[in-house]
Structure formats: structure tokens, C-alpha cells
T-cell receptor, first 113, second 112 residues
């Protein structure tokens, strides 16, 4: 079983919709959880970072971690066409910080006007 | 501007012809890494380097070599490329104690 599972989509939503993106993981040692956004023909960029369990909000984006269920989510409110991208979850344990991230395969999101 | 640069951005080559993809970062980061990204497989780490002269294999190192002679540079070498190495390649760097990886713009390699 791969350590990080992510539904590849594609996910298509109308502009203004609330988007929910999710990942599950199997390694209970993971404590650092990140979401990267990758536009077409670009490298991934860090979007959100969360340590351990709980929620973190940044504008229209909310990252949620449920360590008891080994489940993380990214919510996008009032989605915009500019949010169309691939979203990758990433995580690792405390022992190696950002050095060796475990990535999900990414979910492709399309927000239509 | 803080950035990771890769060259070339696009490369078409033939089987067996040695090639090097360069990677350079201007953030004085200790940690650098190479990934390949393939449809349905996601990002897979090829090699990483914790610092100058310190490199180690990632998940898919076969067919690749790296070197880290200077802190800012981390070239990826394909001694004898094969068609199954056709992929999108990303270089990334991270500062010591940081959780964030900074990615380069990618190199699309086609091996015929």
C-alpha cells in the first residue's frame, strides 16, 4: 500500500463552488502536512502547511488534518477559474523536516466560469 | 529573486546519447532533490543531496547519476538514456530545518 493516497480526479466544478480535496495516509509518524499547487507547465508551489492535527485557514483556503483517521483535506471556498490546477498533498515525519516529502499523486481541478 | 533554475526546459534526444540536466538554486539551500513526474504515478524522487558531496538514492534511481560539487548546483546525468526515461523532471531545494521545497520550472525530456 502506497503511503499517501489521493484521488487523481479530474474534478470539475462551477465557479463559486466549494471544493474539497482529500488525501489519506498510512504512516502514523507523519506530522507535517502540506498542500502544493501545480499549474500546467510549472513546478509545484507550496500552498498550505499544517503541523499535526487541526485546521488552518488562509483566505479562501482551509487545510484540515485528522490524524486519528489519517485523513487530510483542503477546502477552497468561492472557487475561481484561476484555481484550476493540480493539487498535491505532501507529508513527512518530524525526523526529516522538509527533506523527504511523501507526495500524493495529485488531484486535477478545473473550475469553469 | 529566490529561485531554482533548470536547463534545458525541453529536450528531445535519442537512446544512448548521454545528457545532463542542470539545476541551480540561489537560496543557499543545503538540501536538493530530483523528481520525475509521470501521469498516474505522480512525483517520484530520483536522488537527493543533503549537502555538498553528500548524495543518496531516492525511490527510482536506476539509470541516473548526480553530483554535488557546489552547494548551488545539482546536475542530473543520464549516461545512456532509454525511452522509459521520457518524463517531466523537477529539481527542488530546501533550507536546513525548513519544511518547504522550492521547485524548478521542470524539464520535459523525450527519449526516442
Amino acid at each position: 500500500q502506497k503511503e499517501v493516497e489521493q484521488d487523481p480526479g479530474p474534478l470539475s466544478v462551477p465557479e463559486g463552488a466549494i471544493v474539497s480535496l482529500n488525501c489519506t495516509y498510512s504512516n502514523s509518524a507523519f506530522q507535517y502536512f502540506m498542500w502544493y499547487r501545480q499549474y500546467s507547465r510549472k513546478g509545484p508551489e507550496l500552498l498550505m502547511y499544517t503541523y499535526s492535527s487541526g485546521n488552518k485557514e488562509d483566505g479562501r483556503f482551509t487545510a484540515q488534518v485528522d490524524k486519528s483517521s489519517k485523513y487530510i483535506s483542503l477546502f477552497i471556498r468561492d472557487s475561481q477559474p484561476s484555481d484550476s490546477a493540480t493539487y498535491l498533498c505532501a507529508m513527512n515525519s518530524a525526523s526529516n523536516s522538509g527533506y523527504a516529502l511523501n507526495f500524493g499523486k495529485g488531484t486535477s481541478l478545473l473550475v469553469t466560469p | 529573486e529566490a529561485q531554482v533554475t533548470q536547463n534545458p526546459r525541453y529536450l528531445i534526444t535519442v537512446t544512448g546519447k548521454k545528457l545532463t540536466v542542470t539545476c541551480s538554486q540561489n537560496m543557499n539551500h543545503e538540501y536538493m532533490s530530483w523528481y520525475r513526474q509521470d501521469p498516474g504515478l505522480g512525483l517520484r524522487q530520483i536522488y537527493y543531496s543533503m549537502n555538498v558531496e553528500v548524495t543518496d538514492k531516492g525511490d527510482v534511481p536506476e539509470g541516473y547519476k548526480v553530483s554535488r560539487k557546489e552547494k548551488r548546483n545539482f546536475p542530473l546525468i543520464l549516461e545512456s538514456p532509454s525511452p522509459n526515461q521520457t518524463s517531466l523532471y523537477f529539481c527542488a531545494s530546501t533550507g536546513q530545518g525548513s519544511y518547504e521545497q522550492y521547485f524548478g520550472p521542470g524539464t520535459r525530456l523525450t527519449v526516442t
